[in-house]
């Protein structure tokens, strides 16, 4: 490589990256903002960094630093220097020329993004992406190109993967997209691994099998993983060493299990202190609030509503199934079986928590719920009205009593719509109150959710992911709802504010007796919050009970290898590869007239049911 950016240097031996004193910038309207000021720390080949801190630490404006993406964000490195030990010798990154960085990006340098619906382009196929780095970068003919991609997809644990490199993004899941994004960073056998929030949206068998797949390529091929997380269990599970950061500077750094034992830092010890760790609920009737970063150990248990015992939602026999189309008249071919014979009921003011892998039915079971997605059959009952039966003027009005809140919030919220009139729309739409009323019911709203009132002008961009989510809550709390369907709700915040925003729903329940279906992958937060829990498999509820009786005593061979992928807060107890024993997820997609059978359960102790094969 020509550029004096590039020349070896021979006293630049050791780590693979190395940064001194980085300092990187954005202007804005308000003056020089900086993102990140003096931060140091290096990776040695086969080592994990875990870089920790709340939203806005400046975890994810160093990684792109290193990438030089940041040039390209409105970002401007203003002092510091990244070194990299390249296949052509160390060099300084950020002194290198366009064209050098390209050739980097993806052949010694790697990125696993938290979003993968950006990070992917939707009008090219799975396998056109996969291969497309392969033939860049390592000369791979098409056809060469194509198989490695199919080795990739396997590795990464994507079911049926010649019929996904086929397929488009937005025809897999989140968490399906997710892996394909992890084996393009992977597909080139990078020096380095930058993985910003990789685990994110997925489920911890996933996420389990996700860490581990990491962990043998870094002790295989000598990979240097630098690994952003919000995640305290996975940096317990990843970390060698921990560098924690708080506006924009490193505050603590050192080996992960003096970090764990022996944290120095007042901000290091209460970011521990939040996180939710499974077993914290044994023994404890009802839900509790999480600890807060700064409330001193955080609020006792809630004073809950006098429990009625009235039946808020009914779901019987729910069938959904979505036709998969084929052949040169575009007939149904088959079916996917998305949900298959689900029965629950939930109580008023009571949570029950549907957990289950990427693909198992447990979104679409929500949204066939609310029929925003149509049931094939079965009945649904909110309150005692039957959803299922109801046309669409009727429907319109039932939905006042039944609200969903979404996992992605931006993708919720209008853009070019200011706060007030997106928490105001619904109040709009069902023609309640007068303008000055609707406000003051919004003001009231903003002060439920604890956001200042001056942000009922700003538009969503102008806000951080947990004040976006709270903005949903609002928008949902509006028309004083009876249930409350949370999909993935709080999966994509930060311990800190994952907390806050799960302390708000639990004090709004036991204050308004709303009913909440949440759905989630995150075990910890589901013991904290729930009072009941369902798993679900393949479209199916496979056990079914109460929070202590599914955590404390798991009968299903599912529910327990679910329950032993969880990685737990202790350097201590980390999983090996060899503890994963699951198995390939069956496909859910049967031909027409399948018969799938009903679901039958054994009541193994009082209330709690387990599938019995089917």
Same mark, same amino acid.
């Given at each position: 490589m020509p550029s004096a950016a590039l020349k070896a240097d021979p006293a630049a031996s050791g780590p693979i990256i190395a940064i001194e004193g980085l300092r990187v910038e954005f202007e804005t309207r308000d003056g020089t903002v900086r993102g990140v000021d003096d931060v140091s720390f290096s990776i040695m080949p086969g080592e994990t960094v875990c870089v920790v801190g709340e939203s806005g630490s400046g975890k994810s404006v160093s990684s792109m630093s290193i990438m030089r993406l940041i040039d390209y964000a409105g970002g401007t490195i203003a002092r510091g220097s990244i070194r990299f030990a390249g296949k052509q010798g160390p060099f300084d990154v950020t002194q290198a020329e366009p064209d050098e960085m390209r050739t980097l990006r993806g052949r010694e340098i790697a990125m696993i993004f938290q979003e993968p619906m950006t990070a992917l382009n939707p009008v090219f196929t799975v396998g056109d992406q996969l291969a497309?780095?392969?033939?860049?970068?390592?000369?791979?003919?098409?056809?060469?190109?194509?198989?490695?991609?199919?080795?990739?997809?396997?590795?990464?644990?994507?079911p049926e993967p010649e019929r996904r490199?086929?397929?488009?993004?937005?025809?897999?899941?989140? $968490?399906?997209?997710? *892996? #394909? #994004?992890? +084996?393009?960073?992977m597909a080139c056998k !990078?020096?380095?691994?930058?993985?910003?929030? !990789?685990?994110? %949206?997925?489920? #911890? /068998?996933?996420?389990?099998e996700i860490l581990a797949l990491i962990n043998r390529l870094k002790q295989e091929t000598g990979l240097a993983v630098l690994f952003i997380t919000h995640d305290m269990a996975v940096v317990a599970q990843m970390a060698d060493r921990v560098v924690v950061m708080l506006k924009g500077r490193k505050v603590e750094e050192g080996p992960v299990a003096e970090i764990f034992d022996n944290p120095q830092h007042d901000y290091t010890k209460a970011l521990l202190a939040a996180v939710p760790k499974l077993g914290d609920m044994r023994g404890k009737p009802a839900p509790e609030p999480f600890r807060l970063i700064g409330d001193g150990g955080g609020k $006792?248990?809630? /004073?809950?509503?006098?429990? /009625?015992?009235?039946?808020?939602?009914?779901?019987?026999?729910?069938i959904t199934r979505f036709p998969v189309k084929g052949g040169f008249f575009r007939k149904t071919i088959a079916n996917v079986h998305a949900v298959e014979d689900v029965s629950f009921t939930l109580k008023q003011g009571e949570t029950l928590a549907l957990v289950g892998e990427s693909g198992c039915g447990k979104s679409t079971c929500g949204r066939s719920i609310l029929r925003l997605v149509e049931p /094939? @059959?079965?009945?649904?009952?909110?309150?005692? *009205?039957?959803?299922?039966?109801? $046309? +669409?003027?009727?429907?319109?009005?039932?939905r006042r009593d039944m609200q969903m809140i979404f996992q992605d919030p931006f993708a919720s919220l209008n853009p070019q719509m200011r706060l007030v009139d997106q928490v105001?729309?619904?109040?709009?739409?069902?023609?309640?109150?007068?303008?000055?009323?609707?406000?003051? *019911? #919004?003001s009231g709203l903003f002060?439920?959710?604890?956001? !200042?009132?001056?942000?009922?002008?700003?538009?969503?961009?102008?806000?951080?992911g947990g004040q976006r989510q709270r903005i949903a809550i609002a928008r949902a709390l509006a028309l004083n709802p009876k249930l409350i369907i949370a999909d993935e709700a709080v999966s994509a915040l930060d311990v800190s504010v994952q907390a806050q925003v799960l302390n708000l729903m639990l004090e709004l329940q036991a204050e308004l007796g709303i009913s909440l279906l949440f759905i989630s992958h995150d075990m910890a937060v589901v013991e904290r919050i729930s009072h009941r829990v369902g798993v679900m498999y393949l479209g199916r509820i496979?056990?079914? $009970? @109460?929070? %202590?009786?599914?955590?404390?005593? !798991?009968?299903?061979g599912y529910t327990q290898s679910l329950l032993s992928a969880i990685p737990v807060a202790d350097p201590g107890r980390r999983k090996l590869e060899g503890d994963l024993n699951f198995k390939p997820i069956p496909s859910p997609i049967f031909p027409v007239g399948h018969d799938a059978g009903p679901s039958v359960y054994d009541e193994v102790e009082p209330g709690h049911l387990v599938l019995r094969p089917v």
């Open positions: 497309e780095g392969l033939m860049l970068h390592e000369g791979l003919t098409r056809a060469q190109a194509g198989e490695r991609a199919l080795e990739l997809m396997r590795q990464v644990r994507i490199l086929a397929q488009y993004p937005h025809e897999l899941s989140g $968490g399906m997209r997710q *892996r #394909v #994004v992890i +084996a393009i960073a !990078p020096r380095l691994l930058i993985a910003d929030e !990789p685990t994110t %949206a997925l489920d #911890v /068998t996933i996420q389990a $006792g248990a809630l /004073t809950q509503l006098a429990q /009625t015992g009235e039946t808020m939602l009914e779901v019987k026999n729910l /094939t @059959s079965g009945s649904v009952k909110v309150n005692g *009205r039957d959803v299922i039966a109801m $046309g +669409a003027e009727e429907l319109r009005d039932a105001a729309e619904p109040l709009q739409n069902y023609g309640i109150g007068t303008r000055s009323e609707q406000l003051d *019911r #919004v002060d439920r959710v604890e956001l !200042p009132r001056s942000f009922m002008t700003r538009f969503p961009h102008e806000l951080s496979v056990e079914i $009970g @109460s929070r %202590a009786q599914i955590f404390e005593n !798991p009968r299903h």
